[in-house]
């Protein structure tokens, strides 16, 4: 077997196993009630993504890479690379954000809800969603093996 190959599959099975433990964690945050535990869920639905994304991208380069390197999918999948390589750091801005204005602003109740953890949380994807439209706009043809 060719060494990409192996490299690929190693890859495949770490992403898997990483994907196996951050529902588990997942899981078990949900029996815990607790606000700050919905931006820590966030996390997890990213890393979720991630994972799902890099084990089907891995998937597809092993086993049919005419698929995975058409010119329509290579715009989407550029887009989804983005969404994913983002997606976690920016989970952490928003935690950030969310803590930064409960300590500056600890005597109003609006930054100590759970509407402004949702506000956090959709600020977070509408802004990685928006970012990342680029790639989805771009014309001409766009050569992702020159990426991996």
Do not use: D
């Amino acid at each position: 077997m060719e060494t990409w190959k192996v490299v690929a599959l190693v890859q495949i099975a770490l992403f898997t196993i990483i994907l196996f433990f951050t529902l588990i964690y997942s899981i078990s945050i949900l029996f815990i009630h607790h606000r700050n535990n919905i931006l820590i869920l966030n996390i997890c639905i990213t890393a979720t993504i991630t994972c799902i994304y890099f084990i089907i991208y891995f998937i597809l380069y092993i086993f049919n890479q005419n698929l995975l390197f058409t010119e329509h999918w290579c715009h989407i999948l550029l887009y989804a690379y983005n969404i994913s390589s983002i997606g976690i750091p920016f989970s952490f801005v928003a935690i950030s954000v969310h803590r930064y204005f409960s300590i500056i602003y600890h005597t109003k109740r609006f930054f100590k809800t759970k509407q402004w953890i949702i506000i956090c949380i959709s600020s977070q994807w509408i802004t990685e969603l928006i970012i990342s439209l680029p790639f989805l706009l771009r014309k001409g043809q766009v050569s992702i093996r020159k990426l991996f």
